[in-house]
């Protein structure tokens, strides 16, 4: 019953580098969801995907690459990492979207130094 | 503008009493409202999902209200106890049944 993991846990980087955040999970879940989480935003969408191969934009979708080859990896690439993207990194799936319960991971704690 | 409130300020409630929580919303229509349990360090968990045509729902010692013309979902927990203590985070359905947003959550504490 392995559910959603993240990998890594914990994350520090400086800024300009490529960072990958993954996100992988045994349910067989068509949905899979990308979000930041930071004091006084709540919980805010970066990418989600429907299926593999299908992914969209969220509300905070830039400076952020997602792709979905294969239905259980969702992985989340920061290409060239900034200050402002210090946060926790949750991920989350379901199996029929957002009217249906969400499964978050552990999420990634990451600081761009 | 639109905007989903949840009081910042941590709430605090003594063992067996009921403790309400708000969720505030403006400038929406949402179609259902879910509220999630987050503990420190770790992710949501779901609890509750309740739609529009729904008033009420319960699920073991939690019920939500969900009032349209209010646009205020209610959160309870009867007799509480020290295991409750978390944040709670409502979400609305704000683009139509496809798309969820977050409100910021709120901290309960339930003291012996």
């Known amino acids: 019953d392995a559910g959603i993991t993240q990998s890594p846990r914990y994350k520090i980087t400086e800024t300009g580098r490529q960072v990958t955040l993954m996100c992988h999970q045994t349910w067989s879940h068509s949905y899979m969801f990308w979000y930041r989480q930071d004091l006084g935003h709540g919980l805010r969408l970066i990418y989600y995907s429907a299926a593999a191969d299908i992914t969209d934009k969220g509300e905070v979708p830039d400076g952020y690459v997602v792709s979905r080859s294969k239905t259980e990896n969702f992985p989340l690439t920061l290409e060239s990492a900034t200050r402002s993207q210090t946060s926790v990194y949750f991920c989350?799936?379901?199996?029929?979207?957002?009217?249906?319960?969400?499964?978050f991971g552990p999420g990634t704690r990451l600081t761009v130094l | 503008s639109q905007k989903i409130e949840q009081n910042s300020e941590a709430l605090n409630i003594q063992e067996g009493k009921t403790a309400t929580l708000t969720c505030n919303y403006t400038?929406?229509?949402?179609?259902?409202l879910q509220w999630y349990r987050q503990d420190p360090g770790r992710g949501p968990v779901f609890l509750l999902l309740i739609r529009e045509n729904e008033k009420e729902k319960r699920k073991e010692r939690l019920k939500v209200t969900f009032d349209t013309t209010l646009k205020q979902s209610l959160f309870h927990i009867t007799a509480s106890q020290p295991a409750d203590s978390a944040t709670y985070l409502c979400a609305l359905d704000t683009g139509g049944g496809n798309k969820l947003t977050f409100g910021t959550g709120t901290q309960l504490k339930v003291e012996l």
């Open positions: 989350a799936s379901s199996a029929s979207g957002y009217t249906d319960t969400q499964y």
């Open positions: 400038n929406y229509s949402p179609a259902y």
